[in-house]
């Protein structure tokens, strides 16, 4: 038999207040595994530079490179994942999508202006700038990441939302330059 007990005012209102109070302890206490940002930073270059190897050289074997730097992205990725559950016992409505798969504004330009100065350099032939390039890039992607958990930490509800669609406008418009340049470079 099903109860049909309908929650006073009251306790509707201590229950919702204890919820609150609840998601504020688990944020309050969300702790990041060691080298989680650091990790991530170090994927990110390593695939802005393969990236860029394959724009520049484009033959078989800076492609099969250029896939090995997104098979390390991804696997940190999902490695930093599995750490950050095992840590703080909970998801976080964001973290995958905002922070690790940078679809946000400022790591979108992190990657964007990584890439393209990578990619600048390697043209020019000068590999230790692409190195560097890559290396601010994805520095720059690490600390957006850095920047959203900052901001989820002070307001979780306003941080779990879907990529605002101008960022996901400006993600898609790297991917399609980067994909115009591959396209351009597989034709000639």
Not at 107 to 130: E, I, V
Not at 165 to 179: E, G, N
Request: hydrophobic fraction near 60%; glycine fraction near 12%.
């Amino acid at each position: 038999m099903e109860s049909s007990h309908v929650p006073s005012p009251d306790d509707a209102a201590a229950a919702l207040l204890a919820a609150e109070r609840s998601q504020a302890d688990l944020v309050a206490g969300l702790r990041l595994p060691r080298g989680f940002l650091p990790s991530l930073a170090a994927a990110i270059a390593v695939q802005i530079l393969t990236a860029a190897i394959v724009v520049v050289v484009n033959d078989g074997v800076a492609q099969s490179v250029a896939l090995l730097g997104a098979a390390l992205f991804v696997l940190v990725v999902a490695v930093q994942l599995v750490r950050f559950r095992r840590v703080n016992g909970a998801w976080v409505a964001g973290l995958a999508h905002q922070v690790m798969l940078g679809c946000t504004t400022w790591s979108t330009l992190a990657y964007g202006g990584g890439l393209a100065g990578a990619a600048w350099a390697g043209f020019a032939d000068r590999w230790w700038l692409a190195v560097l390039c890559a290396a601010a890039g994805g520095a720059g992607y690490a600390a957006s990441g850095a920047l959203w958990i900052r901001r989820y930490r002070g307001d979780p509800q306003g941080h779990t939302q879907l990529t605002a669609p101008w960022t996901a406008a400006a993600a898609a418009l790297v991917l399609l330059i980067a994909a115009g340049l591959g396209l351009l470079l597989l034709a000639g």
